[in-house]
């Protein structure tokens, strides 16, 4: 079953702006991940925060995460139309070596 | 990091056929995922398939439906029998990352899927 839920489903800014995407999930995890699909293409892991982490970044990208919420959100920041795309996010929990999907969320970055 | 062929990448098929999609990997991999994709959807895990030993389908999933091959570390087949046109999907392959991650982190690593059509 589905694990996370993603909010917004679909986001459309100007290049240059930053974009929030946010993930709650339900159950306990070790880790939650962010990856990004493009055009119903593979998808390409971006960044990892495991569960005793509260921040974590990777270039523009700005991952938090808060357990006692069950939620995290991924900063993008001065985004680049390149950055259109799609984001999920997955967790990973004890016991389960398969990751969970998010409902993910609709980049559009306009040049 | 690991690279993943997948084959078909595409594939427009008929109501009632079967089709089998191939998953390559460049590197010894204890266990392999494989994932749906429906359109506009996340994705869904069918079953992890791992080497040696049947594949562990998730609810939803059955092996008549959704037979899966794991004849060595480095390859995997999942086939899609009597298909309808729900099944039109992207279907994908994944393997965990090995190496500083290490087995269990869960970091994934993906194929380019095989996006399949059926009519």
């Known amino acids: 079953s589905q694990q996370g839920e993603e909010d917004p489903q679909a986001l459309s800014i100007q290049e240059g702006e930053n974009a929030t995407m946010n993930c709650s999930y339900k159950?306990?995890?070790?880790?939650l991940q962010w990856y990004r699909q493009n055009s119903g293409r593979g998808l390409v892991h971006l960044i990892l925060i495991r569960s005793n982490e509260r921040e974590k970044h990777s270039g523009r990208l700005r991952v938090t995460l808060d357990t006692s919420k069950k939620s995290s959100s991924l900063l993008i920041t001065a985004s680049r139309a390149a950055d259109t795309a799609s984001y999920f996010c997955?967790?990973?929990?004890?016991?389960?070596?398969?990751?969970?999907f998010g409902s993910g969320t609709r980049l559009q970055v306009q040049p | 990091s690991a690279v993943i062929s997948q084959k078909p990448s595409r594939d427009i098929c008929q109501r009632g056929t079967s089709l089998t999609i191939q998953c390559q990997v460049d590197?010894?991999?204890?266990?392999m995922f494989w994932y749906r994709q429906q359109p506009g959807q996340s994705l869904t895990l069918i079953a992890t398939?791992?080497?040696?030993?049947?594949?562990?389908?998730e609810s939803g999933f059955v092996i008549d439906k959704f037979p899966i091959s794991r004849p060595n570390l480095t390859f995997s087949t999942l086939t899609v029998s009597n298909m309808s046109p729900e099944d039109s999907s992207i279907y994908l392959c994944?393997?965990?990352?090995?190496?500083?991650?290490?087995?269990?982190?869960?970091?994934?690593?993906f194929g380019e899927g095989s996006r399949l059509t059926v009519l």
């Open positions: 997955a967790t990973s929990s004890t016991g389960r070596r398969a990751l969970t």
């Open positions: 994944s393997v965990e990352a090995q190496g500083a991650g290490g087995p269990g982190t869960g970091e994934l690593f």
């Open positions: 590197s010894q991999v204890t266990m």
């Open positions: 159950t306990s995890i070790n880790n």
């Open positions: 398939a791992n080497q040696g030993s049947e594949a562990t389908y």
